[in-house]
């Protein structure tokens, strides 16, 4: 049975900074696409950034470009996403998702991940 569980979320101030963990378990490919979602109260859920674990390739939204990096320790099966420059419209609960293989142009698809946690809560204040 695939895990994936999320922690490191919390409250911050505009500007700060937090780091997101995502621990896999039950996985047996080395090959995965693991990805970071978000949703805020009344918005869809929306693609954040992903690695692809067989290259460490790293894909971004546009909106998180340059603030944003994913990482991921393979021997620990965690990905970390290291969130920097803040902003309150940063607030949202993060996802945490993975499927087999290569991430692809179509990483930002909800549907695309057959595996899911259950979240961390991010809030940003001005």
């Known amino acids: 049975q695939v895990q994936l569980v999320e922690s490191g979320g919390g409250s911050v101030q505009a500007g700060g900074s937090l780091r997101l963990s995502c621990a896999a378990s039950?996985?047996?490919?080395?090959?995965?696409?693991m990805a970071w979602f978000r949703q805020a109260p009344g918005k869809e859920r929306e693609g954040v950034a992903a690695i692809y674990t067989g290259t460490a390739s790293t894909y971004y939204a546009d909106s998180v470009k340059g603030r944003f990096f994913f990482s991921r320790d393979n021997a620990k099966n965690t990905g970390y996403l290291q969130m920097n420059s803040l902003k309150p419209e940063d607030t949202a609960m993060y996802y945490c998702a993975q499927t087999r293989g290569w991430c692809g142009d179509d990483w930002t698809t909800n549907e695309k991940y057959p595996y899911w946690g259950r979240g961390t809560q991010v809030t940003v204040s001005s």
């Open positions: 039950g996985y047996s490919s080395a090959y995965t696409c």
